[in-house]
Protein backbone atom coordinates (compact mmCIF):
# COMPACT_ATOMS: atom_id res chain seq x y z
CA UNK A 1 0.00 0.00 0.00
CA UNK A 2 1.87 3.20 -1.38
CA UNK A 3 1.82 6.59 0.91
CA UNK A 4 -1.27 8.30 -1.11
CA UNK A 5 -3.45 5.60 -0.43
CA UNK A 6 -3.00 5.39 3.41
CA UNK A 7 -3.63 9.41 3.07
CA UNK A 8 -6.61 8.91 1.31
CA UNK A 9 -7.90 6.13 4.07
CA UNK A 10 -6.79 8.67 7.11
CA UNK A 11 -8.78 11.38 5.20
CA UNK A 12 -12.22 9.15 4.54
CA UNK A 13 -12.57 7.95 7.79
CA UNK A 14 -11.88 11.45 9.61
CA UNK A 15 -14.77 12.92 6.71
CA UNK A 16 -16.75 10.07 7.72
CA UNK A 17 -16.56 9.77 11.62
CA UNK A 18 -18.00 13.64 11.51
CA UNK A 19 -20.59 12.63 9.19
CA UNK A 20 -21.76 9.90 11.32
CA UNK A 21 -21.06 12.08 14.44
CA UNK A 22 -23.58 14.36 13.09
CA UNK A 23 -25.90 12.08 11.84
CA UNK A 24 -26.59 10.59 15.22
CA UNK A 25 -26.47 13.63 17.34
CA UNK A 26 -29.42 14.84 14.41
CA UNK A 27 -31.27 11.72 15.15
CA UNK A 28 -31.29 12.31 18.93
CA UNK A 29 -32.09 15.79 19.25
CA UNK A 30 -33.84 16.17 16.16
CA UNK A 31 -37.28 17.10 18.00
CA UNK A 32 -35.80 19.79 19.62
CA UNK A 33 -34.45 21.59 16.75
CA UNK A 34 -36.72 24.63 17.02
CA UNK A 35 -37.30 24.41 20.23
CA UNK A 36 -36.85 27.92 22.40
CA UNK A 37 -37.55 28.74 25.61
CA UNK A 38 -39.72 31.74 26.64
CA UNK A 39 -38.42 34.11 28.48
CA UNK A 40 -39.14 34.91 32.23
CA UNK A 41 -38.65 38.38 32.07
CA UNK A 42 -37.91 41.23 29.88
CA UNK A 43 -34.23 41.51 29.60
CA UNK A 44 -33.64 45.46 28.43
CA UNK A 45 -31.52 45.43 24.89
CA UNK A 46 -29.47 47.82 23.04
CA UNK A 47 -28.56 47.06 19.58
CA UNK A 48 -25.40 48.28 17.76
CA UNK A 49 -24.95 48.43 13.91
CA UNK A 50 -21.56 49.14 12.93
CA UNK A 51 -21.65 50.99 9.20
CA UNK A 52 -18.92 51.71 6.54
CA UNK A 53 -20.58 52.90 2.91
CA UNK A 54 -23.52 51.16 3.63
CA UNK A 55 -25.92 53.56 2.03
CA UNK A 56 -28.22 51.50 0.06
CA UNK A 57 -29.15 49.11 2.99
CA UNK A 58 -28.58 51.09 6.57
CA UNK A 59 -32.09 52.63 6.23
CA UNK A 60 -33.75 49.26 5.30
CA UNK A 61 -31.72 47.71 8.54
CA UNK A 62 -32.89 50.62 11.36
CA UNK A 63 -36.30 50.20 10.16
CA UNK A 64 -36.09 46.32 10.55
CA UNK A 65 -34.85 46.51 14.03
CA UNK A 66 -37.47 49.57 14.91
CA UNK A 67 -40.35 46.70 13.43
CA UNK A 68 -38.95 44.22 15.47
CA UNK A 69 -41.45 43.86 18.32
CA UNK A 70 -39.46 43.50 21.34
CA UNK A 71 -40.67 45.63 24.46
CA UNK A 72 -37.30 45.79 25.34
CA UNK A 73 -35.10 47.15 22.90
CA UNK A 74 -34.02 50.46 24.63
CA UNK A 75 -31.34 52.18 21.72
CA UNK A 76 -30.46 50.80 18.41
CA UNK A 77 -26.81 52.98 18.11
CA UNK A 78 -25.83 53.09 14.35
CA UNK A 79 -22.02 53.66 14.65
CA UNK A 80 -20.70 55.34 11.47
CA UNK A 81 -17.52 53.94 10.84
CA UNK A 82 -16.52 57.63 8.40
CA UNK A 83 -18.16 56.44 5.49
CA UNK A 84 -17.45 58.27 2.38
CA UNK A 85 -20.74 57.79 1.13
CA UNK A 86 -24.36 59.27 2.63
CA UNK A 87 -24.59 56.25 5.22
CA UNK A 88 -23.93 58.98 8.15
CA UNK A 89 -26.19 61.25 6.85
CA UNK A 90 -28.86 58.79 6.50
CA UNK A 91 -28.27 57.31 10.08
CA UNK A 92 -28.85 61.11 12.01
CA UNK A 93 -32.27 61.46 9.64
CA UNK A 94 -33.36 58.57 10.86
CA UNK A 95 -31.75 59.65 14.92
CA UNK A 96 -34.00 62.65 14.58
CA UNK A 97 -37.28 61.02 13.50
CA UNK A 98 -37.15 58.00 16.24
CA UNK A 99 -35.65 58.63 19.87
CA UNK A 100 -34.86 54.97 20.21
CA UNK A 101 -31.99 55.70 17.38
CA UNK A 102 -28.45 56.91 18.05
CA UNK A 103 -26.02 57.85 15.38
CA UNK A 104 -22.70 58.03 16.71
CA UNK A 105 -19.49 58.32 14.44
CA UNK A 106 -16.18 57.19 15.60
CA UNK A 107 -13.53 59.91 15.52
CA UNK A 108 -11.55 57.91 13.00
CA UNK A 109 -11.75 54.82 10.56
CA UNK A 110 -11.09 51.54 12.56
CA UNK A 111 -10.75 49.77 9.47
CA UNK A 112 -13.05 47.09 11.06
CA UNK A 113 -16.36 45.78 12.02
CA UNK A 114 -14.46 44.95 15.17
CA UNK A 115 -13.69 48.96 16.42
CA UNK A 116 -16.86 49.94 15.16
CA UNK A 117 -18.66 47.51 17.50
CA UNK A 118 -16.82 47.63 20.23
CA UNK A 119 -16.97 51.85 20.42
CA UNK A 120 -20.88 51.66 20.26
CA UNK A 121 -20.47 49.39 22.95
CA UNK A 122 -19.65 51.50 25.22
CA UNK A 123 -23.05 53.67 24.63
CA UNK A 124 -24.91 50.46 26.18
CA UNK A 125 -26.15 50.54 29.61
CA UNK A 126 -28.57 47.41 29.46
CA UNK A 127 -28.51 44.16 30.54
CA UNK A 128 -28.20 42.61 26.38
CA UNK A 129 -26.15 43.86 23.96
CA UNK A 130 -26.80 42.81 20.26
CA UNK A 131 -25.32 43.35 16.85
CA UNK A 132 -26.73 43.41 12.98
CA UNK A 133 -24.27 43.75 10.02
CA UNK A 134 -25.61 47.20 8.09
CA UNK A 135 -26.99 45.07 5.38
CA UNK A 136 -28.92 42.52 7.54
CA UNK A 137 -32.53 42.63 7.94
CA UNK A 138 -33.71 40.39 11.28
CA UNK A 139 -37.39 39.16 11.09
CA UNK A 140 -39.72 40.74 13.24
CA UNK A 141 -40.20 38.67 16.23
CA UNK A 142 -36.99 36.51 15.98
CA UNK A 143 -35.45 38.48 18.76
CA UNK A 144 -38.20 37.83 21.29
CA UNK A 145 -37.58 34.21 20.23
CA UNK A 146 -33.83 34.41 21.46
CA UNK A 147 -34.13 36.00 24.76
CA UNK A 148 -35.17 32.62 26.55
CA UNK A 149 -32.14 31.29 25.87
CA UNK A 150 -30.81 33.69 28.32
CA UNK A 151 -33.21 32.14 31.37
CA UNK A 152 -30.00 30.32 31.87
CA UNK A 153 -27.88 32.32 33.94
CA UNK A 154 -24.57 30.66 32.33
CA UNK A 155 -25.36 31.51 28.59
CA UNK A 156 -23.31 34.15 27.25
CA UNK A 157 -24.55 34.89 23.75
CA UNK A 158 -27.05 33.83 21.29
CA UNK A 159 -27.40 33.31 17.66
CA UNK A 160 -29.73 32.99 15.11
CA UNK A 161 -30.38 31.28 11.81
CA UNK A 162 -28.52 33.76 8.78
CA UNK A 163 -30.08 33.64 5.02
CA UNK A 164 -29.70 35.01 2.12
CA UNK A 165 -32.00 38.13 0.82
CA UNK A 166 -30.59 38.38 -2.60
CA UNK A 167 -31.41 35.32 -4.66
CA UNK A 168 -31.25 36.96 -7.70
CA UNK A 169 -28.13 35.34 -9.82
CA UNK A 170 -26.29 31.87 -9.60
CA UNK A 171 -23.68 32.51 -6.83
CA UNK A 172 -26.48 34.38 -4.81
CA UNK A 173 -28.66 31.11 -5.43
CA UNK A 174 -25.27 28.93 -4.40
CA UNK A 175 -24.51 31.04 -1.26
CA UNK A 176 -28.81 30.38 0.14
CA UNK A 177 -28.05 26.46 -0.13
CA UNK A 178 -24.85 26.70 1.94
CA UNK A 179 -26.07 28.99 4.18
CA UNK A 180 -28.96 26.40 5.53
CA UNK A 181 -26.48 23.81 5.52
CA UNK A 182 -24.26 25.83 7.79
CA UNK A 183 -27.59 26.61 10.32
CA UNK A 184 -27.86 23.08 10.18
CA UNK A 185 -24.64 22.03 10.87
CA UNK A 186 -24.01 25.03 13.65
CA UNK A 187 -27.49 23.91 15.81
CA UNK A 188 -25.89 19.98 15.74
CA UNK A 189 -23.06 21.71 16.92
CA UNK A 190 -24.69 23.42 19.90
CA UNK A 191 -26.08 19.84 21.22
CA UNK A 192 -22.51 19.10 22.36
CA UNK A 193 -22.12 23.02 23.06
CA UNK A 194 -19.50 23.49 20.77
CA UNK A 195 -20.58 26.35 18.59
CA UNK A 196 -17.95 28.31 17.64
CA UNK A 197 -19.04 31.65 15.58
CA UNK A 198 -22.35 34.32 16.23
CA UNK A 199 -22.21 35.52 12.83
CA UNK A 200 -22.26 39.15 12.68
CA UNK A 201 -26.09 39.65 11.13
CA UNK A 202 -27.55 38.87 14.15
CA UNK A 203 -26.25 37.85 17.80
CA UNK A 204 -26.76 38.72 21.40
CA UNK A 205 -24.83 38.91 24.08
CA UNK A 206 -25.18 39.04 27.67
CA UNK A 207 -23.52 42.48 28.64
CA UNK A 208 -21.62 41.23 31.71
CA UNK A 209 -20.27 38.51 29.57
CA UNK A 210 -19.12 40.94 26.62
CA UNK A 211 -17.44 42.90 28.95
CA UNK A 212 -15.81 40.10 30.63
CA UNK A 213 -13.89 39.34 27.62
CA UNK A 214 -13.66 43.08 26.80
CA UNK A 215 -15.62 42.77 23.41
CA UNK A 216 -14.44 42.09 20.58
CA UNK A 217 -10.83 41.74 19.00
CA UNK A 218 -10.05 44.39 16.94
CA UNK A 219 -6.85 42.76 15.31
CA UNK A 220 -8.86 39.99 14.13
CA UNK A 221 -10.73 40.09 10.89
CA UNK A 222 -13.72 37.48 12.09
CA UNK A 223 -14.47 39.55 15.17
CA UNK A 224 -17.30 36.92 15.74
CA UNK A 225 -15.62 33.77 16.06
CA UNK A 226 -13.07 35.13 17.98
CA UNK A 227 -15.06 36.56 21.05
CA UNK A 228 -17.00 32.96 21.25
CA UNK A 229 -13.41 30.83 21.42
CA UNK A 230 -13.16 33.83 24.04
CA UNK A 231 -16.60 32.77 25.90
CA UNK A 232 -16.02 29.47 25.94
CA UNK A 233 -12.56 29.85 27.43
CA UNK A 234 -14.79 31.79 30.56
CA UNK A 235 -17.06 29.19 30.56
CA UNK A 236 -20.22 30.67 28.67
CA UNK A 237 -22.42 28.68 26.91
CA UNK A 238 -23.33 29.80 23.44
CA UNK A 239 -26.89 28.44 21.97
CA UNK A 240 -28.27 29.23 18.33
CA UNK A 241 -32.13 29.88 18.06
CA UNK A 242 -33.01 28.06 14.72
CA UNK A 243 -36.49 29.82 14.32
CA UNK A 244 -35.41 33.46 14.75
CA UNK A 245 -34.35 34.21 11.48
CA UNK A 246 -31.97 37.20 10.02
CA UNK A 247 -31.98 37.63 6.13
CA UNK A 248 -28.23 39.06 4.75
CA UNK A 249 -27.07 40.34 1.88
CA UNK A 250 -25.11 37.93 -0.10
CA UNK A 251 -21.96 38.67 -2.30
CA UNK A 252 -23.49 38.73 -5.74
CA UNK A 253 -20.15 38.50 -7.82
CA UNK A 254 -17.41 35.93 -7.74
CA UNK A 255 -14.65 38.31 -6.85
CA UNK A 256 -16.65 39.56 -4.00
CA UNK A 257 -17.47 36.01 -2.37
CA UNK A 258 -13.91 35.14 -2.95
CA UNK A 259 -12.80 38.03 -1.04
CA UNK A 260 -15.12 37.02 1.98
CA UNK A 261 -14.28 34.16 2.41
CA UNK A 262 -10.16 34.86 2.54
CA UNK A 263 -11.46 36.89 5.42
CA UNK A 264 -13.46 34.07 7.15
CA UNK A 265 -10.68 31.95 6.40
CA UNK A 266 -7.49 34.35 7.41
CA UNK A 267 -9.99 35.19 10.28
CA UNK A 268 -10.11 31.53 11.39
CA UNK A 269 -6.38 31.22 11.17
CA UNK A 270 -5.51 34.19 13.37
CA UNK A 271 -8.31 32.36 15.95
CA UNK A 272 -6.15 29.48 15.27
CA UNK A 273 -2.92 30.52 16.61
CA UNK A 274 -4.46 32.86 19.37
CA UNK A 275 -5.91 29.68 21.28
CA UNK A 276 -3.07 26.56 19.99
CA UNK A 277 -2.06 26.22 23.37
CA UNK A 278 -5.70 25.09 24.35
CA UNK A 279 -5.53 22.42 22.02
CA UNK A 280 -6.69 19.14 23.13
CA UNK A 281 -6.80 20.69 27.09
CA UNK A 282 -9.44 18.92 29.12
CA UNK A 283 -10.93 22.71 30.50
CA UNK A 284 -14.81 23.26 28.60
CA UNK A 285 -15.29 22.27 24.31
CA UNK A 286 -12.73 24.62 23.34
CA UNK A 287 -10.16 22.98 23.46
CA UNK A 288 -11.40 19.50 23.49
CA UNK A 289 -13.66 19.85 20.11
CA UNK A 290 -13.91 23.20 18.32
CA UNK A 291 -10.17 23.44 18.22
CA UNK A 292 -9.52 20.00 16.97
CA UNK A 293 -12.56 20.03 14.65
CA UNK A 294 -11.36 23.44 13.12
CA UNK A 295 -8.12 21.90 12.46
CA UNK A 296 -9.64 18.97 10.92
CA UNK A 297 -11.55 20.85 8.40
CA UNK A 298 -8.92 22.62 7.21
CA UNK A 299 -6.65 19.71 7.06
CA UNK A 300 -10.00 17.64 5.04
CA UNK A 301 -10.00 20.21 2.49
CA UNK A 302 -5.74 21.00 2.38
CA UNK A 303 -5.62 17.22 1.46
CA UNK A 304 -9.01 16.62 -0.62
CA UNK A 305 -7.29 18.94 -3.14
CA UNK A 306 -3.68 17.71 -3.01
CA UNK A 307 -5.12 14.14 -3.30
CA UNK A 308 -7.22 15.32 -6.36
CA UNK A 309 -4.29 16.78 -7.81
CA UNK A 310 -2.01 14.21 -7.59
CA UNK A 311 -4.22 11.58 -9.10
CA UNK A 312 -4.91 14.15 -12.03
CA UNK A 313 -1.14 14.75 -12.47
CA UNK A 314 0.07 10.88 -12.15
CA UNK A 315 -2.50 9.94 -14.38
CA UNK A 316 -1.34 12.43 -17.22
CA UNK A 317 1.97 12.02 -16.95
CA UNK A 318 1.59 8.50 -17.34
CA UNK A 319 -0.44 8.66 -19.93
CA UNK A 320 1.78 10.67 -21.81
CA UNK A 321 5.28 8.93 -21.75
CA UNK A 322 2.80 5.70 -22.61
CA UNK A 323 1.43 7.50 -25.55
CA UNK A 324 5.10 9.20 -26.52
CA UNK A 325 7.13 5.79 -25.92
CA UNK A 326 4.40 4.03 -27.86
CA UNK A 327 4.45 6.47 -30.87
CA UNK A 328 8.23 6.17 -30.91
CA UNK A 329 8.58 2.28 -30.99
CA UNK A 330 5.40 1.75 -33.50
CA UNK A 331 3.88 -0.19 -31.11
CA UNK A 332 -0.26 -0.33 -29.75
CA UNK A 333 -1.05 2.26 -27.26
CA UNK A 334 -3.53 0.43 -25.79
CA UNK A 335 -4.44 -3.68 -26.39
CA UNK A 336 -7.61 -5.66 -24.98
CA UNK A 337 -5.35 -7.29 -22.55
CA UNK A 338 -4.55 -3.88 -20.93
CA UNK A 339 -8.28 -2.87 -20.54
CA UNK A 340 -9.30 -2.83 -17.05
CA UNK A 341 -13.01 -2.24 -16.05
CA UNK A 342 -12.40 -2.85 -12.12
CA UNK A 343 -12.70 0.37 -10.40
CA UNK A 344 -9.72 1.61 -8.22
CA UNK A 345 -10.77 1.35 -4.38
CA UNK A 346 -9.65 5.37 -4.58
CA UNK A 347 -12.60 5.59 -6.93
CA UNK A 348 -14.79 3.80 -4.67
CA UNK A 349 -13.88 6.11 -1.76
CA UNK A 350 -13.94 9.11 -3.65
CA UNK A 351 -18.02 8.71 -5.35
CA UNK A 352 -18.62 7.04 -1.51
CA UNK A 353 -18.04 10.74 0.40
CA UNK A 354 -19.39 12.39 -2.60
CA UNK A 355 -22.62 10.54 -2.24
CA UNK A 356 -22.02 11.16 2.15
CA UNK A 357 -21.82 14.88 1.32
CA UNK A 358 -25.19 14.84 -0.94
CA UNK A 359 -27.20 12.88 1.61
CA UNK A 360 -26.05 15.20 4.62
CA UNK A 361 -27.05 18.62 2.02
CA UNK A 362 -30.43 16.76 1.39
CA UNK A 363 -30.88 16.14 5.40
CA UNK A 364 -30.14 20.03 6.02
CA UNK A 365 -32.37 21.34 3.05
CA UNK A 366 -35.08 18.96 4.00
CA UNK A 367 -35.14 20.49 7.80
CA UNK A 368 -35.83 23.61 6.52
CA UNK A 369 -38.93 25.43 7.29
CA UNK A 370 -38.56 28.33 4.77
CA UNK A 371 -40.63 27.93 1.93
CA UNK A 372 -38.00 29.77 -0.53
CA UNK A 373 -35.91 26.67 0.21
CA UNK A 374 -38.18 23.91 -0.72
CA UNK A 375 -37.82 24.21 -5.06
CA UNK A 376 -33.86 23.51 -5.39
CA UNK A 377 -32.95 21.75 -8.52
CA UNK A 378 -30.68 18.91 -9.51
CA UNK A 379 -28.61 20.80 -11.33
CA UNK A 380 -28.35 23.63 -8.91
CA UNK A 381 -28.11 21.10 -6.13
CA UNK A 382 -25.40 19.02 -8.06
CA UNK A 383 -23.49 22.08 -9.03
CA UNK A 384 -23.25 23.39 -5.34
CA UNK A 385 -21.94 19.93 -4.04
CA UNK A 386 -18.72 20.15 -6.98
CA UNK A 387 -18.27 24.02 -6.81
CA UNK A 388 -17.59 23.76 -3.42
CA UNK A 389 -16.28 20.36 -3.31
CA UNK A 390 -13.30 21.85 -5.78
CA UNK A 391 -13.53 25.79 -4.79
CA UNK A 392 -13.08 25.29 -1.03
CA UNK A 393 -9.49 23.71 -0.85
CA UNK A 394 -8.12 26.04 -3.26
CA UNK A 395 -9.44 29.31 -1.46
CA UNK A 396 -7.73 27.63 1.64
CA UNK A 397 -4.46 27.82 -0.53
CA UNK A 398 -4.84 31.38 -1.10
CA UNK A 399 -5.68 32.26 2.37
CA UNK A 400 -3.35 30.18 4.14
CA UNK A 401 -0.85 31.88 1.39
CA UNK A 402 -1.73 35.07 2.56
CA UNK A 403 -2.07 34.63 6.50
CA UNK A 404 2.05 33.16 5.74
CA UNK A 405 2.46 36.62 4.28
CA UNK A 406 0.86 38.88 6.52
CA UNK A 407 -1.35 40.33 4.46
CA UNK A 408 -3.94 40.31 7.33
CA UNK A 409 -6.49 42.48 5.83
CA UNK A 410 -10.45 43.49 4.73
Known amino acids: MDF ?44 VVPCYN ?74 LIGFTDADSYPEKGSVNKMIGFFNDLQVGAVTSTVLVKNRNNFIEKLQAIE ?4 KFSRKLLEFIDSIYVTPGPLALYRSKAFDEVKGFDEKNLTEDIEIVWALQMA ?18 TVKVWLNQRNRWNMGGLQTIFKYKKQALKGKGMLGTFILPFF ?3 WLLGLFGIFILVYRLSRELIVNYLSTKYSIGAHTAM ?33 NSREKQYKKIGPITLGFYLIFYLLAYPIILIISLTKFLKRKRTW
Request: overall charge positive; some cysteine; aromatic content about 16%.
Open 4 to 47: ITIVFLVYTFIALYFFFLFLLIYIQNKDEFFYFPKSKKQYSLSM
Open 235 to 252: NWKIKMCVPSRVYSVAPS
Open 54 to 127: EEKDIGGTIESLLNIGYKGLKKIIVVDDCSTDNSYKIMKEYAKKYPQVMAVQTPKNTGNAAGAKNYGAQFVKTE
Open 334 to 366: LTLREINLTPHVLVFLGITLFLFGLLFTLIALS
Open 295 to 297: VLS
Open 179 to 182: YKVI
